[in-house]
T-cell receptor, first 115, second 111 residues
Framework: GAGVSQSPRYKVAKRGQDVALRCDPI?????LFWYQQALGQGPEFLTY????????KSGLPSDRFFAERPEGSVSTLKIQRTQQEDSAVYLC?????????????FGSGTRLTVV | GQQVMQIPQYQHVQEGEDFTTYCNSS?????IQWYKQRPGGHPVFLIQ?????EVKKQKRLTFQFGEAKKNSSLHITATQTTDVGTYFC???????????FGRGTSLIVHP
């Protein structure tokens, strides 16, 4: 596609429910990031993939968060047993390069609200 | 870990006034990127600076990277209502592929 596509656009989950957020990066993009953005804050790093390899997951807040990119294209961020503090916008970004030169293209994000 | 501080958090200006946002890193950076996020939107890449002391211009926007590669600024000349949004810097440390974002500066332009 022409850009980074994320789905769903909005998700309301009951506390304790599991959710899965999808990211379709630009075709051929090597690097893929997940960021979490709380209201009024900058994006906070969650995890990073180069192709199918998850090279850094140090930003994942707890073991309830899990991300995968099995074929080096589409990525899924899964949150188990959601809590209210998980409410945020989850952004996916991709780049054609490993080093991120020329910047990252962000998707429109998934706004997760846990009630 | 690496921290990126950005000031001010908010800036109100009258249309036609200038605007500057500043970014400071706790560690030396390999590069710094700037993004713009419109209200309700997602970050959009503006530019990347790599060299010490580098200055780049995009129309009314001027970006600078400090000599020590630890700070950066974005200056907008003669703001317009279309400039409204939050401007983020994102610094990448040496040997890393992961940009750390600042908190952003929200620019409000009054017509």
């Amino acid at each position: 596609g022409a850009g980074v596509s994320q789905s769903p656009r909005y998700k309301v989950a009951k506390r304790g429910q599991d959710v899965a957020l999808r990211c379709d990066p630009i075709s051929g993009h090597v690097s893929l990031f997940w960021y979490q953005q709380a209201l009024g804050q900058g994006p906070e790093f969650l995890t990073y993939f180069q192709n199918e390899a998850q090279l850094d997951k140090s930003g994942l807040p707890s073991d309830r968060f899990f991300a995968e990119r099995p074929e080096g294209s589409v990525s899924t961020l899964k949150i188990q047993r959601t809590q209210q503090e998980d409410s945020a916008v989850y952004l996916c970004a991709s780049s054609p390069r490993r080093d991120g030169n020329y910047g990252y293209t962000f998707g429109s994000g998934t706004r997760l609200t846990v009630v | 870990g690496q921290q990126v501080m950005q000031i001010p958090q908010y800036q109100h200006v009258q249309e036609g006034e200038d605007f500057t946002t500043y970014c400071n890193s706790s560690t030396t950076l390999s590069n710094i990127q700037w993004y713009k996020q419109r209200p309700g939107g997602h970050p959009v890449f503006l530019i990347q600076l790599v060299k010490s002391g580098e200055v780049k211009k995009q129309k009314r926007l001027t970006f600078q990277f400090g000599e020590a590669k630890k700070n950066s600024s974005l200056h907008i000349t003669a703001t317009q209502t279309t400039d409204v949004g939050t401007y983020f810097c994102a610094g990448t440390g040496r040997g890393s592929y992961i940009p750390t974002f600042g908190r952003g500066t929200s620019l409000i332009v009054h017509p």
